[in-house]
């Protein structure tokens, strides 16, 4: 930033609450209006994000207040970035079975198939002697 100018000022936790203050709101607006989809949380979180950075990397260093939106809108488009970047997920799946196949509910038998089991099992009661009645 440039020094010399009255508009540069040593980013104090005074100075980066007033920076907050005045831009909130349009850098909330700016990194939405650049989102793949219209989602105001994210944005809003992308914001915070922005100026957790500034607070991170510009404590204690010379800003010029004059153009320090520029600044927040440089650090936003690196948060969008590795926001994005992060979500892309380059692992491939090692399961080989279909992923619908995967997520739909295990078979259940039919009422039918419950019937004959529940008979057959009767049957093979009804066969056996009691115990301890000797055949």
Known sequence: MYEGTAAAQTASP???SDVFATHSDRLTHFVFNRLDRADWHLA?????????????????REIDMDRVFGLLATIARHAITDHYRLRRSTETPVDTTDWFQA???PVDFSAEDYAL???????????TAPLGVAA
Do not use: H, I, K, Q
């Open 14 to 16: 005074s100075v980066l």
């Open 44 to 60: 809003e979180d992308l914001a915070s994000e922005t100026f957790l950075r500034l607070v991170r990397d510009y404590t204690g």
């Open 103 to 105: 997520r739909s509910l």
């Open 117 to 127: 089991a529940d008979l057959t099992a009767r049957a093979l009661l009804a066969e």
